[in-house]
T-cell receptor, first 111, second 113 residues
Framework: GEDVEQSLFLSVREGDSSVINCTYTDSSSTYLYWYKQEPGAGLQLLTYIFSNMDMKQDQRLTVLLNKKDKHLSLRIADTQTGDSAIYFCAETPSNTGKLIFGQGTTLQVKP | DARVTQTPRHKVTEMGQEVTMRCQPILGHNTVFWYRQTMMQGLELLAYFRNRAPLDDSGMPKDRFSAEMPDATLATLKIQPSEPRDSAVYFC???????????FGPGTRLTVL
């Protein structure tokens, strides 16, 4: 079945790196996504990775994909207080267009 | 700055009342999705459209929910009659195609008393 799992909470100090992990079940997903949700706001697309890639870097963000283990991670370098939010991992199984989301990881950044 | 808009942003209503939520997708996007977010269930896909035609509404309680796209610039989600368990944030998202990146609106926070 379709399932995406994330840890629920991560706390880091400002300036440290944050790593948010995600596992998914459907190997047919062509793209895997990371979305960010700030309090009271909608979901903002952060980045995505094509399934034939192992890594994608975009400024402070690094996405790593291990297709064999169906494991996705998001690394935020030099984490800032403004990065405090909920981060959602999502897959699109069988190219249906349906986004299947994880439960979201709440990132708390302490000054 | 193209973005998805949703109205109303907040809605408080009483059980049994009809609720209509509206979404304006990004101009040129032909795929529209409706999601619901609750603390217990997280983010769930309710329904989605391509070129205004419904593709899948299996995530939606059919007896009380209905989703339509009267034209390419407007999608609606209606609940009649509403129940307290419908209280949630409802998000609309649009994309250029079925497998294209989805861009989310700010959501409608619905409270049914």
């Amino acid at each position: 079945g379709e399932d995406v799992e994330q840890s629920l909470f991560l706390s880091v100090r400002e300036g440290d790196s944050s790593v948010i992990n995600c596992t998914y079940t459907d190997s047919s997903s062509t793209y895997l996504y990371w979305y960010k949700q700030e309090p009271g706001a909608g979901l903002q697309l952060l980045t995505y990775i094509f399934s034939n890639m192992d890594m994608k870097q975009d400024q402070r963000l690094t996405v790593l994909l291990n297709k064999k283990d169906k494991h996705l991670s998001l690394r935020i370098a030099d984490t800032q207080t403004g990065d405090s939010a909920i981060y959602f991992c999502a897959e699109t199984p069988s190219n249906t267009g349906k986004l299947i989301f994880g439960q979201g990881t709440t990132l708390q950044v302490k000054p | 700055d193209a973005r998805v808009t949703q109205t109303p942003r907040h809605k408080v209503t009483e059980m049994g009342q009809e609720v209509t939520m509206r979404c304006q997708p990004i101009l040129g996007h032909n795929t529209v999705f409706w999601y619901r977010q609750t603390m217990m269930q997280g983010l769930e896909l309710l329904a989605y459209f391509r070129n205004r035609a419904p593709l899948d509404d299996s995530g939606m309680p059919k007896d009380r929910f209905s989703a339509e796209m009267p034209d390419a610039t407007l999608a609606t989600l209606k609940i009649q009659p509403s129940e307290p368990r419908d209280s949630a944030v409802y998000f609309c998202a649009s994309g250029l195609g079925l497998t294209d990146t989805q861009y989310f609106g700010p959501g409608t926070r619905l409270t049914v008393l």
